[in-house]
T-cell receptor, first 110, second 114 residues
Framework: QKEVEQNSGPLSVPEGAIASLNCTYS??????FFWYRQYSGKSPELIMS????GDKEDGRFTAQLNKASQYVSLLIRDSQPSDSATYLC??????????FGAGTRLFVKA | DARVTQTPRHKVTEMGQEVTMRCQPI?????VFWYRQTMMQGLELLAY????????DSGMPKDRFSAEMPDATLATLKIQPSEPRDSAVYFC????????????FGPGTRLTVT
């Protein structure tokens, strides 16, 4: 079992819809969780961080964390074609060690 | 505009040659990470440093890879000798140990070993 798992996709949603991206992790002591966006040929860009159970909203993005279920999700409201990218889930497992998931490719159709 | 810088951006070399990649972290950041990204393996953590001291390099092939931080403004990743399977994009990221673990990535070095 991989330490951080994501559905590789591609996930295709129409413009204006809600995109839902999911991530599960195996290390129960993980405390810090992040979502990065990576456009093709570019470097990962931090878009959301979450540290406690519940929801965290930033503009059109909402991160959700459920530590009991070892589950992290990212919702993108009013999806735009510019949101088309690969979304990477990252989990800090101990000290500063960060494990990334394989990423979910998102396509937003105009 | 604070950002992580990496040099070179692209490198093509022949098998057996030494490759050195450099990274300048964001000023004030005391944690530096090296990652390798391939289509097959995704983003893999190779090594990371805090306050210039190596914390973990278990992700690196020890026989050919080495990572150092000669000073707070420079991190290096060296491969000697290089092999075709080392072809990948190598990213450096930096962060602050202020307890939040957020990382900011450089543009990457695309390495091709022929």
């Amino acid at each position: 079992q991989k330490e951080v798992e994501q559905n590789s996709g591609p996930l295709s949603v129409p413009e204006g819809a809600i995109a839902s991206l999911n991530c599960t992790y195996s290390d129960r002591v993980s405390q810090s969780f992040f979502w990065y966006r990576q456009y093709s040929g570019k470097s990962p860009e931090l878009i959301m961080s979450i540290y406690s159970n519940g929801d965290k909203e930033d503009g059109r993005f909402t991160a959700q964390l459920n530590k009991a279920s070892q589950y992290v999700s990212l919702l993108i409201r009013d999806s735009q074609p510019s949101d088309s990218a690969t979304y990477l889930c990252a989990v800090v497992t101990g000290g500063f060690k960060t494990i990334f998931g394989a990423g979910t490719r998102l396509f937003v159709k105009a | 505009d604070a950002r992580v810088t990496q040099t070179p951006r692209h490198k093509v070399t022949e098998m057996g040659q030494e490759v050195t990649m450099r990274c300048q972290p964001i000023l004030g950041h005391n944690t530096v990470f090296w990652y390798r990204q391939t289509m097959m393996q995704g983003l893999e953590l190779l090594a990371y440093f805090r306050n210039r001291a190596p914390l973990d390099d278990s992700g690196m092939p020890k026989d050919r890879f080495s990572a150092e931080m000669p000073d707070a403004t420079l991190a290096t990743l060296k491969i000697q000798p290089s092999e075709p399977r080392d072809s990948a994009v190598y990213f450096c990221a930096s962060g602050s140990s202020g307890g939040i673990y957020e990382q900011y990535f450089g543009p990457g070095t695309r390495l091709t070993v022929t």
